[in-house]
């Protein structure tokens, strides 16, 4: 594998962080001096985009910069647009972290090191050394049950295949092709998790401790959970449709 892993991007999508975008990038300005932030804002009402100019014209080395989009489109939509903006510049790693404290900029130099034997890194909190804090039974419940039911249907071995907190390389990227991803919540996770997988690309998970927000809200939706399930139960059926069209072709051989 090339070791290029430098310049790192670390995208943060945000949509009415205003209390907690400042905080996060001084903590990874503290942990990755040399990182990059591409902070993408779907025009959060609260003025957190204002907030992320101000950070970048404050930043002296010019690592902060900001994508402005007019409406909240989810997730998903968000982090193509931040891959695009940063494969479109010399980039050899894209972070995805969200900005509301729960990843923890201090785990991402760990998270790069396992880069090195990698092309995908998984911030995850379901191995061994994982934990989740402060969340409530019931969407930890949730989580895990996500899990468990796209490694069911997909037959992947990732333990945290719905986690946020991930290191790309550029080729991995580059190769899975985002432009045709659908997915807005948090199902994009998944779909690009899936594709990586499929792709042939190794995914390594290292341990993170993830932590409920304290500021702001989440915005964590019944239509979110519906589309992570409806799309992972169509791409399940559609791999064993494969598994039994190449049976069978096998045996007509
Ligand atoms: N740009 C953008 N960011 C979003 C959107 N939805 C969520 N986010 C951001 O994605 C990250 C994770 O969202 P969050 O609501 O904390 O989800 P939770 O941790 O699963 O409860 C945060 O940084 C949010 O501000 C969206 O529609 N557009
Ligand atoms: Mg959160």
Not at 108 to 117: I, K, Q, V, Y
Not at 200 to 219: A, D, L, M, N, Y
Not at 235 to 253: E, K, T
Request: aromatic fraction near 8%; charged fraction near 25%.
């Amino acid at each position: 594998m090339a070791d290029q892993l430098e310049p790192v991007l670390v995208v943060i999508p945000t949509y009415n962080e205003r209390d907690n975008l400042e905080p996060i990038v001084t903590r990874l300005q503290a942990a990755l001096p040399k990182a990059h932030v591409l902070v993408v804002d779907d025009g959060s009402p609260d003025g957190t985009g204002d907030l992320a100019d101000e950070l970048a014209a404050a930043d002296g080395e010019g690592r902060v910069h900001v994508l402005h989009r007019t409406e909240k489109n989810g997730l998903g939509a968000a982090y193509v647009a931040g891959f695009h903006w940063g494969l479109e510049r010399d980039y050899a790693v894209l972070v995805e972290m969200d900005a509301d404290g729960s990843h923890a900029p201090e785990d991402l130099p760990r998270m790069l090191d396992a880069l090195t034997d990698a092309d995908l890194v998984i911030g995850s909190r379901y191995v061994p050394g994982g934990r989740v804090v402060n969340w409530p039974a019931r969407r930890e419940f949730f989580s895990r049950g996500a899990n468990l039911y796209s490694r069911l249907a997909l037959g992947a071995k990732v333990k945290d295949i719905t986690a946020g907190f991930r290191a790309y390389r550029r080729a991995a990227l580059e190769k899975i092709r985002i432009d045709n991803v659908a997915s807005q919540g948090y199902c994009f996770q998944i779909d690009l998790a899936w594709r990586t997988i499929e792709a042939g690309f190794t995914v390594v998970e290292v341990p993170i401790t993830f932590t409920e927000r304290e500021r702001g809200q989440s915005k964590m939706t019944g239509d979110v959970i519906r589309e992570a399930l409806v799309r992972v139960t169509k791409w399940g059926l559609r791999r064993r449709g494969n598994q039994v069209r190449s049976l069978f072709v096998g045996r007509q051989q």
